[in-house]
């Protein structure tokens, strides 16, 4: 089993742990939002990040560095959780931890995530469209829609949802009628 295959199995049960304690205290939406916030920070911050790498910082520093960082920003429940992974080392998962979360959380709400790559920015009209498309082809209730800038895309975008990818962009049609071409 690979490196990431071996903490996506550790990830996992902590995930799980956190959403049966949301939907327990009925803080679904709310430890969505505050682990939203965590991620955002984590994405921005590469010095977090190595800093809840570092094994050579203590628990009690790692520890102090999250209650000030989060303690007035984010619920008990997520606070006790990411202290919780402190003492047992497993903070340097977090990222892993949030995203394994999140698609529980949205299993349970029926909700699709959709990663659309374009070259441009969408307007809000756009997003709006794409989502409904994509909730009448997914049958879900809600869609959650991760845009990704890709300045390398000519035209058109790529969607992945789930094992699915739907490319409409001009380099993935170049490179299907290259493929048909050289296969001629």
């Given amino acids: 089993m690979s490196n990431q295959g071996?903490?996506?199995?550790?990830?996992m049960p902590y995930a799980e742990a956190l959403v049966e304690s949301a939907r327990d205290s009925s803080l679904l939406d709310q430890i969505n939002q505050d682990l939203s916030l965590i991620s955002d920070i984590l994405k921005k911050s590469e010095e977090i990040k190595s800093l809840f790498k570092n094994p050579l910082i203590t628990v009690e520093t790692k520890k102090?560095?999250?209650?000030?960082?989060?303690?007035t920003q984010v619920n008990d429940i997520v606070l006790k959780f990411l202290l919780v992974l402190i003492d047992r080392r497993r903070i340097?998962?977090?990222?892993?931890?949030?995203?394994?979360?999140?698609?529980?959380?949205?299993?349970?709400?029926?909700?699709?995530?959709?990663e659309i790559s374009t070259p441009i920015v969408l307007t809000d009209i756009q997003e709006t469209e794409l989502i409904n498309k994509i909730k009448d082809m997914s049958c879900s209730k809600t869609v959650k829609l991760v845009t990704k800038l890709d300045p390398d895309l000519i035209a058109g975008f790529i969607i992945k949802i789930g094992s699915k990818t739907i490319d409409t962009s001009l380099q993935g049609k170049l490179i299907h009628m290259t493929t048909y071409l050289n296969s001629a």
Avoid: C, G, H, P
């Avoid at 071996?6 to 990830?11: D, R, S």
């Avoid at 340097?92 to 959709?114: C, G």
């Fill in 6 to 11: 071996v903490m996506y199995k550790v990830a």
């Fill in 92 to 114: 340097s998962l977090l990222d892993l931890i949030i995203e394994k979360y999140l698609q529980l959380v949205y299993q349970l709400e029926a909700t699709v995530v959709a």
């Fill in 64 to 71: 102090s560095i999250v209650n000030r960082l989060f303690s």
